[in-house]
T-cell receptor, first 113, second 113 residues
């Protein structure tokens, strides 16, 4: 069974550039979560969707961050413009009826120079 | 905001030894979960707990939802080299948004053959 798929796995970009991270949740799951992981702050929830609708975006750090879920099988997290402090590993996770049992993707390691 | 205090931060043990780690909070939680993360990968769900006092096993792993609802522990019996990784506790705070998990900072486990 395919798990959560994220792309790209690694992204290196320069400050000021737009970055788009992509996620395909597990088929049949109706909740999707975006997390950021850093050494200093650990795993932080940025935003989550239920049935493609954003439910809680209180973790989104700034207006430079935006997320969309146009359909049940695809979501994007966009950073525009990117800054060096955005460097982190970004994870997408999805869950089904047991919404707390979240299944994580392999992550995208973002480096902003 | 709500925080989870996870301890110990790291452990160095001999293969075959038992391991115990825990998470505590000053707030009540509805759900406790334990995840394991290998280098370069996303966290993998090990055990989910939904009721105060619940004790659940998954192979050599055993976890309990504290009776006060403010803590949880994870035990690993007869450790093996592949147990190496970072273990995270996570919980859904009482009164919080469904699916909005708080993560501990992790326990890094090293196993010496």
């Amino acid at each position: 069974d395919a798990g959560v798929i994220q792309s790209p796995r690694h992204e290196v970009t320069e400050m000021g550039q737009e970055v788009t991270l992509r996620c395909k949740p597990i088929s049949g799951h109706n909740s999707l979560f975006w997390y950021r992981q850093t050494m200093m702050r650990g795993l932080e929830l940025l935003i989550y969707f239920n049935n493609n609708v954003p439910i809680d975006d209180s973790g989104m750090p700034e207006d430079r961050f935006s997320a969309k879920m146009p359909n049940a099988s695809f979501s994007t997290l966009k950073i525009q413009p990117s800054e060096p402090r955005d460097s982190a590993v970004y994870f997408c996770a999805s869950s089904g009826d047991l919404y707390n049992e979240q299944f994580f993707g392999p992550g995208t390691r973002l480096t902003v120079l | 905001g709500q925080q989870l205090n996870q301890s110990p931060q790291s452990m160095f043990i001999q293969e075959g030894e038992d391991v115990s780690m825990n998470c505590t909070s000053s707030s009540i939680f509805n759900t406790w979960l334990w995840y394991k993360q290998d280098p370069g990968e996303g966290p993998v769900l090990l055990i989910a707990l939904y009721k105060a006092g619940e004790l659940t096993s998954n192979g050599r792993l055993t976890a309990q939802f504290g009776i006060t609802r403010k803590d949880s522990f994870l035990n690993i019996s007869a450790s093996i080299p592949s147990d190496v990784g970072i273990y995270f506790c996570a919980g859904e705070p009482y009164g919080g948004s469904q699916g909005n998990l708080i993560f501990g900072k992790g326990t890094k486990l090293s196993v010496k053959p």
